[in-house]
């Protein structure tokens, strides 16, 4: 963030609710299954050995194991740790190689046509700030979103309609990538301010309907950095 304060003056700041897909570098645990040997999120590097790069890659080392074989080796990272587990053969956990879901497009810099989205970090269980091989970002229509009250979390539903860019950058501050085609001309851009000119009244943007973004008030008590 200083880096870019002093960088660049001015970004155009969007609002606009984005549909989001990655390929990931790892395969990952994606349920929660009781008294599982995984955790939601374990990064699996290796089966018996064979490196795992893709869902392909996993399927196909399980498929070829004999039937006899009742324990598989498995290495995993967990909170950026390795680990060796042993498992039985029969898994009934989820696992996969993408994710797919809905964020704010925050931020273009209309010098070099960057972007930043979702303001903090993708994550998945043990797996904080999940690597990425490929992203890519749409518009989005048919948005709905419901919001969150006492018992009860709020949710983001749309369709992704056009194709607009590429990340593979995810970051504490969100992923950062590339627009590859997105018109501008009729947003506004604002002056990037010093940390400690953020304070009191201001307006964050945001797309609540297909209609487009709206400014609400807000005011700001406290930065913690």
Do not use: W
């Not at 963030?1 to 606009?16: D, E, P, R, W």
């Not at 970090?121 to 990425?132: D, H, M, N, Q, T």
């Not at 006492?150 to 992923?175: E, H, L, Q």
């Amino acid at each position: 963030q200083h880096h870019l304060q002093k960088q660049k003056m001015f970004l155009i700041s969007v609002g606009n609710v984005l549909h989001i897909e990655a390929q990931l570098e790892n395969v990952i645990v994606r349920s929660n299954i009781k008294d599982s040997p995984f955790t939601l999120g374990d990064e699996i590097i290796s089966i018996n050995n064979n490196t795992i790069k893709s869902y392909s890659d996993f399927s196909n080392v399980l498929n070829s194991l004999p039937d006899s074989q009742n324990v598989i080796e498995f290495t995993l990272k967990r909170n950026n740790h390795i680990k060796y587990k042993n498992f039985k053969s029969k898994l009934e956990e989820e696992f996969t190689d993408s994710i797919s879901g809905f964020a704010t497009l925050t931020y273009i810099d209309p010098i070099n046509n960057k972007i930043g989205a979702v303001a903090h970090p993708i994550s998945l269980g043990s797996s904080r700030k999940i690597k990425i091989k490929d992203g890519y970002i749409s518009t989005t229509t048919n948005l709905n979103i419901e919001k969150s009250y006492r018992g009860s979390v709020g949710c983001i539903s749309a369709k992704p309609k056009d194709y607009i860019g590429k990340f593979t950058d995810n970051t504490d501050f969100g992923i950062k990538g590339d627009i590859v085609k997105f018109d501008t001309s009729n947003y506004e851009k604002y002056k990037v301010a010093s940390l400690n000119e953020v304070k009191g009244n201001a307006q964050i943007i945001l797309q609540t309907s297909n209609e487009g973004s709206k400014k609400f008030d807000i005011e700001i008590l406290n930065i913690e950095n």
